[in-house]
Every structure is written in structure tokens, then in C-alpha cells.
T-cell receptor
Framework: AQTVTQSQPEMSVQEAETVTLSCTYD???????LFWYKQPPSRQMILVIR??????QNATENRFSVNFQKAAKSFSLKISDSQLGDTAMYFC???????????FGPGTSLSVIP | DTEVTQTPKHLVMGMTNKKSLKCEQH?????MYWYKQKAKKPPELMFV???????INESVPSRFSPECPNSSLLNLHLHALQPEDSALYLC???????????????FGEGSRLTVL
């Protein structure tokens, strides 16, 4: 069975600084999807960034980028130029195929400090 | 329209009440989900409907009863709940078998349920 681990329950970062959130996963599959979801306080969860395992290039979305290390089964999220609106729970997630259920990590609570 | 709409946003009910949570999406997604989420925890999958058929039931107690009347609507009927069922209930949808957005979940804002 697949598992997702986020070893940092809470993190904080100064506004405008860069922060990296860690995620590791365990699977025997060679093709799969990885996601980072963001859930701001009292607001809906949204997708931040996704990575398909067969793609070697790391995904980027504006200030958000990932460091995908397939052999190490690591999928970290880097947030550059942190903004107050980045304060949220961040969940790393794994999906084998679109017909399977998403496996969420335990989450990292990120606080951006003015 | 890229929204998943959930009603009501807040619900308080007694242990003998019957109530329903509703979810609607108009993105043409063919998979819809119910999740339960406790504070500071990840969502826990409850049910999955794929092409309007129940495809996954994560051993959820029978006091929770899902219904998918059509491809745009998803209901969760609640009856004889316990205080430990108090949580945020999230609805989500996703494209099914397509490319590009494959696997991405689109979440609603949730219905916060309190059982007294």
C-alpha cells in the first residue's frame, strides 16, 4: 500500500522569504501522480501544483516549484517570495491512476509572518 | 464554471435528527467524492461515485447514506449521528480517465457539521 509522509507538522517563514516543505512517499509503482494541495483557514482546498512521475522536469507554477526525486521518493514544495496569503495547511498527495483514491499526507501547517 | 458548491455551510443536529448535505458541480466531471475532515488532519475518504455509480465505500457506518441523483449532484443523508461525527464534510469532483487534469480533485468549501 502507498503511504505519504510529511515530517514537518508546523513551519513558519518571514514574508518575502523562501520556504521548503518536505514530502516522501512509498510505492512500488513506476507511473503515478503527485500533488500539493493548499487549504487556507476556513477556505476551500485547492491544487497548488502537480507532477506526473514519468516527467523528469520539475513542475513550476509561478512562485511554487517542486523538487521531484523519483529514486529517493521525495517530492518537496518550494514557495518563493512568501506572501501572507500562503498561510495554510499544505497536503502532499499521491495517486496511482485516476481510478484509484488519492492518498494524503498528514499535512504541514505553514504560517507566513509579516 | 469551475466550482463545487456545497450546502449548507453549517449544520447543527441532534442525534435523532435526519438531515442531508448537498453538493453540485457543473464541470462535467464524472467522479464525485465525499470526504470527512477533522481539524488539522487530512481529508478521509468516505465514498466515491464514478459515472453515477457507487465505486468506493470506505467502510463508512450506515448512518451515512450517499446518493448520486445525476452526474451533477451528490447528496449525503445523515441519520442518528454521534457527537464524534462532528467534522467538516468535503465534497470533491474530478475528471475521470481524461488527460491533463487527470486525477486533480476540485473541492467545495465544505459543510461544517456539529452533532449535539
Amino acid at each position: 500500500a502507498q503511504t505519504v509522509t510529511q515530517s514537518q507538522p508546523e513551519m513558519s517563514v518571514q514574508e518575502a522569504e523562501t520556504v521548503t516543505l518536505s514530502c516522501t512517499y512509498d510505492t512500488s509503482e513506476s507511473n503515478y501522480y503527485l500533488f500539493w494541495y493548499k487549504q487556507p483557514p476556513s477556505r476551500q482546498m485547492i491544487l497548488v501544483i502537480r507532477q506526473e512521475a514519468y516527467k523528469q522536469q520539475n513542475a513550476t507554477e509561478n512562485r511554487f516549484s517542486v523538487n521531484f526525486q523519483k529514486a529517493a521518493k521525495s517530492f518537496s514544495l518550494k514557495i518563493s517570495d512568501s506572501q501572507l496569503g500562503d498561510t495554510a495547511m499544505y497536503f502532499c498527495a499521491f495517486l496511482k491512476t485516476s481510478y484509484d483514491k488519492v492518498i494524503f499526507g498528514p499535512g504541514t501547517s505553514l504560517s507566513v509572518i509579516p | 464554471d469551475t466550482e463545487v458548491t456545497q450546502t449548507p455551510k453549517h449544520l447543527v443536529m441532534g442525534m435523532t435528527n435526519k438531515k442531508s448535505l448537498k453538493c453540485e458541480q457543473h464541470m462535467g466531471h464524472r467522479a464525485m467524492y465525499w470526504y470527512k475532515q477533522k481539524a488539522k488532519k487530512p481529508p478521509e475518504l468516505m465514498f466515491v461515485y464514478s459515472y453515477e455509480k457507487l465505486s468506493i465505500n470506505e467502510s463508512v457506518p450506515s448512518r451515512f447514506s450517499p446518493e448520486c441523483p445525476n452526474s451533477s449532484l451528490l447528496n449525503l443523508h445523515l441519520h442518528a449521528l454521534q457527537p464524534e461525527d462532528s467534522a467538516l464534510y468535503l465534497c470533491a469532483s474530478s475528471p475521470h480517465g481524461g488527460r491533463g487534469l487527470d486525477g486533480e480533485l476540485f473541492f467545495g468549501e465544505g459543510s461544517r457539521l456539529t452533532v449535539l
